[in-house]
């Protein structure tokens, strides 16, 4: 049997859920959900005080990501724009939630539709 592997952006967990309630429902079993990122990791979870905490570099503190190959890495990803909170990435509607669906090809388009009207941007 063919298969259609579909990869859909979420903005928030909860949205990318009640996709994955909808199509479970409506009897399609391959699915996950995964937070996705630019940088590998989850960076610096609790911070009290930036300037006296111990703090790895500007982007594990605003890029959200662990470097633990070296400082050059961190370095370079603290140069880029999104560090300064002044960028604009452009094409914000795809979020950072993957969900991935596998079904069968001919019921791709109705996974689909079930998942652009959770919010979903395949």
Request: proline share 5%.
């Amino acid at each position: 049997m063919k298969e259609r592997n579909i990869l859909a952006g979420f903005k928030t967990v909860e949205a990318a859920e009640k996709a994955a309630a909808s199509l479970r429902q409506a009897g399609f079993e391959t699915i996950q959900i995964a937070q996705i990122g630019q940088y590998p990791g989850d960076g610096i979870q609790n911070i009290t005080n930036p300037i006296t905490g111990d703090i790895p570099s500007l982007a594990s503190l605003t890029e959200a990501g662990d470097f633990p190959s070296g400082r050059d890495a961190s370095i370079l990803a603290a140069a880029g724009p999104d560090a300064s909170g002044m960028a604009d990435r452009g094409d914000e509607r795809l979020g950072s939630i993957l969900l991935t669906a596998v079904v069968p090809e001919e019921r791709g388009d109705e996974a689909t539709q079930i998942i652009e009207a959770h919010g979903g941007v395949i």
